[in-house]
């Protein structure tokens, strides 16, 4: 253990324990992004408490857990990651039914956001068992917290994407679609599409831009700057390219010209169905508009056969 965490185990005990914590519940706990003093006392108090504790990585938080000198067998490590998640949801369930307390971390952060945990959860929840969150550090409103991008009225808020497409195509309409959406988003990327996403954002233009690299570590950058500017930020540096980034592109002042008003799910097809496949414009669609998948599907069909209809009708009169 390190050392310094014995005070806080004697304080999470002090402070916690008489606290109710119910069995046969899943404890949803929030960890740290990379600083391990984030830890919170009610989730020290709760690692201690819990039978089992389901993780992305067993490693990692095998680890994690030996810094804060709490102690679990192997066999109480168990793995629920993007791969497995909805078959070792059966394996907690057993566990909840049998009146354990179950814990599931992720390997940074807030689960079920952005990390695995959303279909444990849910399949928790169906199963009619209680789920308790444990709160704390997230990568998101560490970011917002630092960049008073949430200051111009009550019309403002925000919209999380997390990580747009890998592929190039998409990558691009997806960031077109960005541009008629006038609320603060945030967005994740990984060191290693860092710079294809810079250069992808660079169609916005000079709309202001907050970068959170390495958030809460040792060597923690925060900047902003225009859109168009991230990949000369990247190049001055050659290290800026290494470590996990928070992005959030800021409100937009004066939104771009849109039909119909806000990014709707119509307009967002009509913008990428020339660029990709259905599917995969439908599935953005949704995913900007939070607008149900199936009716986009069918308003895609839709404008797919207009489309066939005037070209038919161009045909004729030609």
């Known amino acids: 253990m390190n050392a310094s965490f014995a005070t806080a185990l004697n304080a999470a005990n002090e402070a916690a324990a008489g606290q109710h914590y119910p069995q046969g519940a899943l404890y949803v ?15 020290l108090h709760v690692l201690q408490l819990a039978d089992a504790v389901a993780c992305e990585d067993t490693r990692h938080t095998h680890s994690l857990l030996q810094a ?40 940074a952060g807030t689960p079920a956001v952005s990390d695995p945990g959303a279909r444990l959860v849910a399949a928790v929840r169906q ?18 917290s630092a960049s008073g991008a949430l200051s111009q009225g009550e019309s403002s808020g925000f919209v999380f994407i997390g990580f747009l497409p890998s592929k190039d195509a998409e990558r691009l309409a997806a960031v077109q679609a960005l541009m008629h959406e006038p609320r603060a988003v945030l ?24 970068i959170g690299r390495e958030l809460t570590k040792q060597f923690e950058e925060i900047a902003q700057l225009g859109a168009q500017q991230f990949s000369a930020w990247l190049d001055e540096r050659p290290h800026r390219k290494r470590g996990e980034f928070t992005l959030l592109l800021h409100p937009q002042s004066e939104p771009q010209p849109n ?19 259905l599917k995969t414009a439908v599935r953005l669609a949704a995913q900007f508009s939070a607008e149900p998948r199936n009716a986009l599907y069918q308003a895609a069909l839709d404008l797919k056969q207009a489309q066939v209809s005037d070209s038919s009708d161009s045909s004729s009169s030609s």
Do not use: F, K
């Open 29 to 43: 706990v929030a960890t740290p992004i990379g600083n391990l003093a984030d830890i919170t006392l009610r989730a």
């Open 68 to 107: 804060y000198g709490i102690e679990h067998s192997a066999a109480d490590l168990l793995a629920v990651h993007q791969h497995n998640e909805a078959q070792s949801a059966q394996a907690v369930l057993q566990r909840l039914q049998a009146g354990q307390r179950v814990v599931y971390v992720s390997d």
């Open 127 to 144: 199963a009619g068992m209680p789920v308790v969150p444990v709160p704390g550090v997230s990568s998101i409103t560490t970011l917002l």
């Open 187 to 210: 967005l994740l990327e990984a060191p290693h599409r860092i710079e294809a996403l810079a250069s992808a954002l660079a169609a916005l233009g000079d709309r202001q831009l907050s």
């Open 259 to 277: 039909p119909g008003g806000s990014a709707t799910g119509q307009r967002l097809l009509e913008l990428l169905m020339p660029e990709l496949p």
